[in-house]
Antibody
Framework: QVQLQESGPVLVKPSQTLSLTCTVS??????????LSWIRQPAGKGLEWIGR?????STKYNPSLKSRVSISVGTLRLSSVTAADTAVYYC??????????????WGQGTLVIVSS | SSELTQDPAVSVALGQTVRITCQGD??????VTWYQQKPGQAPILVLY???NRPSGIPDRFSGSTSGNTASLTITGAQAEDEADYYC??????????FGGGTKLTVL
């Protein structure tokens, strides 16, 4: 089981940039088919995929967030946040290859509240 | 289409069999994955590659896909299976997509 741990500020002011860190062993996401992925979940709602990155720096983002999001290995940045970005944010290891995708290990999640 | 549709809620009597479904055009072309999430916890992977269980997932969990509909079947549901279940696949652009989730109640 791969260990992942999210960290970052709980409270972010509107219009500012949310920045979170995911601590994970690089070895566990190395390889052609493995990625570090971010997912979020507003309270009482479903899962929303934010994006993913591999150790080579190749990224892919949810089109609905693409203009505001940046992911590097270990870091998520989401700019110009609003209350709608309040959620539990998870990092997870993504396996993606030949039409198959699964998130096989998840961090415990970190709550981010956007409020002034 | 980049949407996956799940029934919001399903219930099952203890020990009975329940099927949770996930519908979407992408399922005709790409595999489905299923996750279980209990209150206050992160999701865990329960089925991947259509019908493969990670280590530690009981064999009462199984999956299948027909056309645009994927199913997660729990044969002999237990009290500990009460949770939210999410399906995921990908869209034609390679983006990960999730279903809206199904709340399973074990009566």
């Amino acid at each position: 089981q791969v260990q992942l741990q999210e960290s970052g500020p709980v409270l972010v002011k509107p219009s500012q940039t949310l920045s979170l860190t995911c601590t994970v062993s690089i070895d566990s996401i190395n390889g052609d088919s493995y990625y570090l992925s971010w997912i979020r979940q507003p309270a009482g709602k479903g899962l929303e995929w934010i994006g993913r990155v591999n150790t080579g720096g190749s990224t892919k983002y949810n089109p609905s967030l693409k203009s505001r999001v940046s992911i590097s290995v270990g870091t998520l940045r989401l700019s110009s946040v609003t209350a709608a970005d309040t959620a539990v944010y998870y990092c997870a290891r993504l396996y993606s290859m030949r039409g198959e995708d699964w998130l096989d290990s998840w961090g415990q999640g970190t709550l981010v509240i956007v409020s002034s | 289409s980049s949407e996956l549709t799940q029934d919001p809620a399903v219930s099952v009597a203890l020990g009975q069999t329940v099927r949770i479904t996930c519908q979407g055009d992408s399922l005709r072309y790409y595999s489905v994955t299923w996750y279980q999430q209990k209150p206050g916890q992160a999701p865990i992977l329960v089925l991947y590659g259509e019908n493969n269980r990670p280590s530690g997932i009981p064999d009462r969990f199984s999956g299948s896909t027909s056309g645009n509909t994927a199913s997660l079947t729990i044969t002999g549901a237990q009290a500990e299976d009460e949770a939210d279940y999410y399906c995921n696949s990908r869209d034609n652009s390679g983006n990960v997509i999730f279903g809206g989730g199904t709340k399973l109640t074990v009566l």
